[in-house]
């Protein structure tokens, strides 16, 4: 989600999305896989520290940035994730390690940082996350009323940031692939992990049916399983993508919930709901025609 934006930093960003959908797309039309695509694509947005992930993670209730990553294959439903890491430069190249050298699904914490620097992926001091304008951000709003939690719910503060990354994708071959990566929700307590490593929540990818990565209030889509609900919705019950995303959506918004997720089918429709007043969000066809967009 955006806040108030200036012409220039709206650019900014529509300029950054752009980039991650070029370099996708430039993968898919080489005759790559969805899974590169997605990786690659998240990385570019994990490398800018305009996006909630990687080097622009928001800062947690101690101001340290705590990063969680996760990537799925439709091909073969193998995925790979990894929760609460402090110095893995691109978190998502770490979550696809998991997937690719181990025979787990999540690793979290110190485990995920060891397996990380044992598989050769980029470590960096904590300190390369650090942006002063995050940290400001996390200072004046660490102690507002609403800034912490409320049993299993955030009380509505408008200072809250979102921001999580993710990229869906449908390769010549038929396959489709999600991944997403963030650093969580500002002012989170230590040790949360929210739905963005989990599959099934927060990322899910099924040739069958479709490939989803959400962002929002991480507790509800973990609570509704939300990409798995698509996937479910499609393949049970016959919906299409963008029926069973914006279902999706509603059933977060019941429960109190605020985000939005970007899904795509395995003919390529492409499904984008939100229920909060701004996502930043983009796509690129086939024929290379480029969305990118930031509010309704
Ligand atoms: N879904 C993320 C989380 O709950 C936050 C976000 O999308 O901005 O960790």
């Given at each position: 989600m955006?806040?108030?934006?200036?012409?220039?930093?709206?650019?900014?960003?529509?300029d950054?999305l752009?980039e991650a959908?070029?370099?996708g797309y430039?993968?898919l039309?080489?005759?790559?896989?969805?899974?590169?695509?997605?990786?690659?694509?998240?990385?570019?947005?994990?490398?800018?520290?305009l996006?909630?992930?990687?080097?622009?993670s928001?800062?947690?209730?101690?101001?340290?940035?705590?990063?969680?990553a996760?990537?799925m294959?439709g091909?073969?439903?193998?995925?790979?994730?990894?929760?609460?890491?402090h110095?893995i430069r691109?978190?998502?190249?770490?979550?696809?390690a998991?997937?690719?050298?181990?025979s787990?699904?999540?690793?979290a914490?110190?485990?995920?940082?060891?397996f990380a620097r044992?598989?050769?992926?980029?470590i960096?001091?904590p300190?390369?996350f650090?942006?002063?304008?995050?940290?400001?951000?996390?200072i004046?709003?660490?102690?507002?009323?609403?800034?912490?939690?409320?049993?299993?719910?955030?009380i509505?503060n408008?200072?809250?940031?979102?921001?999580?990354?993710?990229a869906?994708?449908?390769?010549?071959?038929?396959?489709?692939?999600?991944?997403?990566?963030?650093?969580?929700?500002?002012?989170?307590k230590?040790?949360?992990?929210?739905d963005?490593?989990i599959?099934?929540?927060?990322?899910?990818?099924d040739?069958?049916?479709c490939a989803v990565?959400c962002?929002?209030?991480?507790?509800?889509?973990?609570?509704q399983s939300?990409?798995?609900d698509?996937s479910?919705?499609m393949?049970?019950?016959?919906?299409?993508v963008?029926?069973?995303?914006?279902?999706?959506i509603?059933?977060?918004?019941?429960l109190?919930?605020?985000?939005?997720?970007?899904?795509?089918?395995n003919?390529?429709?492409?499904?984008?709901?939100?229920?909060?007043?701004?996502?930043?969000?983009?796509?690129?066809?086939?024929k290379?025609e480029?969305?990118?967009g930031?509010f309704?």
């Amino acid at each position: 989600m955006a806040g108030a934006l200036t012409p220039e930093q709206e650019k900014a960003y529509l300029d950054k999305l752009s980039e991650a959908l070029q370099t996708g797309y430039t993968i898919l039309t080489n005759g790559g896989s969805s899974i590169d695509a997605v990786e690659a694509s998240v990385r570019i947005l994990e490398d800018s520290p305009l996006f909630n992930a990687g080097k622009g993670s928001v800062f947690n209730c101690e101001g340290k940035n705590e990063m969680d990553a996760s990537i799925m294959n439709g091909k073969n439903l193998k995925a790979g994730a990894i929760a609460a890491v402090h110095t893995i430069r691109n978190p998502v190249s770490c979550a696809r390690a998991v997937m690719e050298k181990s025979s787990h699904v999540l690793l979290a914490g110190d485990g995920a940082e060891k397996f990380a620097r044992e598989s050769g992926i980029e470590i960096v001091p904590p300190s390369y996350f650090y942006d002063e304008e995050r940290y400001q951000h996390w200072i004046a709003t660490k102690d507002l009323e609403g800034a912490s939690w409320a049993g299993d719910t955030y009380i509505t503060n408008p200072e809250k940031k979102l921001g999580t990354v993710g990229a869906v994708a449908l390769d010549s071959a038929g396959n489709l692939a999600a991944a997403t990566s963030t650093g969580g929700i500002n002012n989170k307590k230590f040790g949360r992990v929210g739905d963005s490593p989990i599959i099934g929540a927060g990322t899910y990818a099924d040739n069958k049916t479709c490939a989803v990565s959400c962002t929002g209030e991480g507790e509800y889509f973990i609570r509704q399983s939300t990409a798995y609900d698509i996937s479910a919705l499609m393949e049970y019950k016959g919906f299409s993508v963008s029926q069973a995303a914006t279902e999706a959506i509603k059933k977060v918004a019941q429960l109190g919930g605020e985000g939005g997720l970007i899904a795509i089918d395995n003919q390529g429709t492409i499904s984008v709901p939100f229920n909060t007043s701004s996502m930043f969000r983009g796509w690129i066809d086939s024929k290379g025609e480029k969305f990118t967009g930031i509010f309704r």
